[in-house]
């Protein structure tokens, strides 16, 4: 958009549209930029205990100033519209949720790797992992209201709610009650790269991280072993396994 306003309000109806979208995209981002400097001065463990708390206050006062704007009503803290919505219709829309977060996973990706390559994206992509993977295991303890060392018990509780867990087929083998291994049946990104004739995209780095990371900040008595994952050669039932055992 050339420069023709002062001001926002003294733009086209258009614009403003675009200027709000961009608007809440700079909450995202400084939101995140928060999280960064907090984990850089008080470590991952801190920041995750402050993003607790600034996250729950901070949704409170966004939607309730939405609700007054809008007019909807706010009811158990979320919007009623949301709650109202049918089983059908609120499968769908985590199931599109879930869609959205991988998708832009492999935006930042690709932006890295068409712009730096493929070693920086894989590099920046572990690193990613590093943060989200205990953050994530975090919320889910937190929202299933899980012990603070729940267990193999807990662990298989949990992973059943990541955000892998609506858009990828995955199953559970009990070994006894020391150990499982978790099998990623189905993932997406690979399932895509297969319709294309393309080979496995080699995640290994990043598995390694990712799940140990998980399992350990569920429960740091559980230990994490890597059975297969690209590019390591698999069978077809299964794109990735990985063993917890306590």
């Known amino acids: 958009m050339e420069s023709c306003c002062s001001t926002p309000k003294e733009m086209k109806r258009e614009d403003k549209a675009r200027f709000i979208i961009d608007m809440f995209n700079r909450i995202v981002v400084h939101y ?6 907090i984990r850089h001065q008080m470590g991952l463990e801190k920041s995750l205990e402050i993003l607790e708390n600034a ?7 966004q939607l309730k100033r939405l609700s007054d704007l809008f007019g909807f009503e706010i009811q158990d803290g ?13 499968n769908k ?27 920086d994206a894989k590099r920046c992509n572990d690193s990613c992992w590093a943060q989200f993977s205990p953050y994530e295991a975090r919320a889910i303890k937190k929202f299933l209201g899980l012990k603070d060392t729940p267990g193999l018990d807990g662990l298989k509780q949990a992973l059943g709610f ?24 189905e993932c997406r990104v690979q399932v895509a790269r297969q319709r294309k004739n393309l080979d496995d995209y080699p995640c290994k780095s990043a598995g390694l991280v990712e ?27 299964w794109f990735c396994a990985w063993r917890f055992s306590v």
């Open 93 to 119: 829309v985590m199931d599109t949720v879930a869609k959205n977060w991988l998708a832009n996973d492999g935006v930042w990706f690709q932006s890295i790797e068409f712009d730096q390559g493929m070693n």
């Open 55 to 61: 996250t729950g206050k901070s949704l409170g006062i």
């Open 32 to 37: 995140s930029f928060w999280l960064t400097e």
């Open 211 to 237: 799940y140990e990371y998980f399992a350990r900040a569920v429960d740091p008595r559980i230990n994490t072993e890597c059975i297969g994952c690209p590019p390591d050669d698999h069978p077809e039932e």
């Open 162 to 185: 990541r955000m892998y867990s609506l858009i990828n087929t995955q199953s559970i083998v009990d070994e006894g009650k020391n150990s499982f291994v978790f099998q990623m049946n």
């Open 78 to 90: 979320m919007p009623k519209a949301l709650l109202d919505l049918d089983d059908s219709m609120m």
